[in-house]
């Protein structure tokens, strides 16, 4: 080249040295190949700057997100020492009014007031409340499975990872899970429960009286053979007392608690036994001995009929008085 031109080639260094290639085209590539390599990485490593950038904001507002629910459920869990305060006064309140806040004495928190619904009675209002926290106390265990998630380098970009397994919102299996059932016709089965004492569904289409304690605990009685059946195998927790006459047939009861170490007053044991009783053979007698176990320790046998059982483990045996007026005290449906 340098013999063509007369002077030296326009833009060529003094310094400059020359390279000769057999065609154009290896010449263009050896010209622009650094430029656009040089070009590409430096792309490259911009990109991966701004995705870990972009990744420490969703996970700081995935954390800020997290914050905010641990603080609603701890509210919701607070709710629940309202609940027993109620419970713990229930004897000389009105469970049937409806007001729109009270203030009682705790047995151990001392006073406390509290806004209500006052669409609901007080004893609405109590479970309500008690529900509730137990909501609260399952979403924590949540949002700490959660934060745990954000906090391993492996999982941290997984969104789903630390939820729990639910149902897509086609109604398909959820992860891991069992399809979603869907009722005949496309309608919800009618609850024998109120809604505040369904878990997922648990009651629904269960044929059961439904009663509340005098300390407000949920207690449900079989209908027939078969309910008696479905509410140990579907509804029923194994943390829940399980009740039934001695020595003959009769229905079944279950009394619910909403965690295991949910302590039970004498007198809504009692309560419940009654109950079994009045639905039994000793019906008509004045007194009447009621078997009282975990539901955990009751089982069904091989070959057994609907509604029989064996107890593994009895809690207690509780002598109890037949008043047949307790079950319009404390039936609810």
Known sequence: PLDVFCRPMPGLSPQATLEAFPDPLSAAAAFGEPHFFAAASGDTAQKAVASEKNRARRTARAFSRLEQDAARLTDMIGQGAFAEAIAANLHHLDAKSRVPALTLEHPEKGTMTQDLDPR??????????????AKGRRGLAVVAARRAALNDPTKADDPLAGWPDRPSASGGPAPGGKPAAKPAGGRAAKSTAPADDLESGRFRGIPAHVYRTSDGFLVLRGKNARANEELLRKAASPFDYWFHVEGGPGSHVILRRDHPGREVPRQSLVEAATLAALASWRAGDAKANVLMALVRDVRRGKGFAPGQVQVEKLAETLAVNL????ENTLRQS
Request: glycine share 0%.
């Open 120 to 133: 609901l009675t007080i004893l609405e209002n109590m479970n309500h409340l008690f529900s509730r926290a």
């Open 323 to 326: 008043s047949p007026e307790l």
